[in-house]
């Protein structure tokens, strides 16, 4: 039976509080990051399934689709010529 501090004394002691204080304080740090890192992605993710979404979607039923034989009956103007350059 050991009396009195203990195998490494109060240095002993003191060491593994500061490394024990060190490492969770890392983890802390760790995890903080990872749920900003998760947070930023979510976000990002969000975005760019909203933008491809509003790109890609089906015509809606109300509005009528364009077609080319619609488009070929509009008439348009010829645009002017430019003149050449020297």
């Not at 304080?25 to 947070?39: D, E, K, N, Q, Y």
């Amino acid at each position: 039976m050991i009396d009195g501090p203990g195998m490494f004394g109060w240095f002993g002691h003191a060491f593994f509080l500061f490394a024990s204080l060190l490492g969770t304080g890392l983890l802390l740090v760790v995890f903080i990051a990872l749920a900003i890192l998760l947070a930023r992605f979510m976000l990002v993710a969000t975005k760019a399934a909203q933008l491809y979404v509003d790109k890609n979607a089906p015509a809606s039923i109300d509005t009528p689709a364009t077609t080319a034989a619609s488009n070929a009956a509009t008439p348009t103007t010829p645009l002017p010529k430019r003149p050449k350059t020297p």
